[in-house]
């Protein structure tokens, strides 16, 4: 069986430090819980900026707005595929760069213009570009 790792990341509320995680609501706030596995021991007693304890877990505070899943896909030098990342399809001549998107009624991933199912074409196909939160500019010229 092909078990995917399924993390978020998001903007911290205050300070918009990129954090990643698990996704957890309390009382209509959004929060980041650290993956088990990222969690750094050293640092629980510290409170401050984003960071907020939930019994022994720290998490951080986030903007909702933020939040993007990771695709479980990596591009040809083994960089992360996220929600909203902006990408060249090396293996597409007529649109080479598209930006990644998570399509809630089919719960799949697509790439923007050609409603293709997200990773048909080998990873190594895929380079990463950007985050469209950070740079919209590497896409805007192309209808989007």
């Given at each position: ?22 996704v ?19 640092v629980?007693?510290?409170?401050g ?18 939040i993007?899943r990771?695709?479980?896909?990596y ?13 060249r399809?090396?293996?597409?001549r007529?649109?080479?760069i ?37 740079n ?8 989007n």
């Open positions: 069986m092909d078990i995917k790792l399924i993390k978020y990341r998001a903007n911290g509320f205050f300070t918009n430090k990129l954090v990643e995680g698990s957890l609501y309390l009382m209509g706030t959004a929060y980041i819980i650290p993956l088990i596995q990222d969690i750094d021991l050293s629980l007693g510290r409170v900026d984003d960071r907020v304890f939930f019994g022994k877990i720290m998490s951080y505070r986030i903007k909702e707005d933020t993007r990771f695709t479980g896909k591009d040809r030098n083994g960089k992360e595929l996220w929600e909203n990342d902006i990408y399809n090396h293996s597409k007529n649109l080479p598209e930006r990644v998107r998570f399509y809630k009624d089919t719960g799949g991933w697509s790439w923007d213009y050609t409603m293709t199912e997200f990773g048909e074409s080998s990873e190594d196909c895929y380079e990463l570009l950007g985050s469209y939160d950070v919209p500019e590497l896409i805007d010229g192309l209808g």
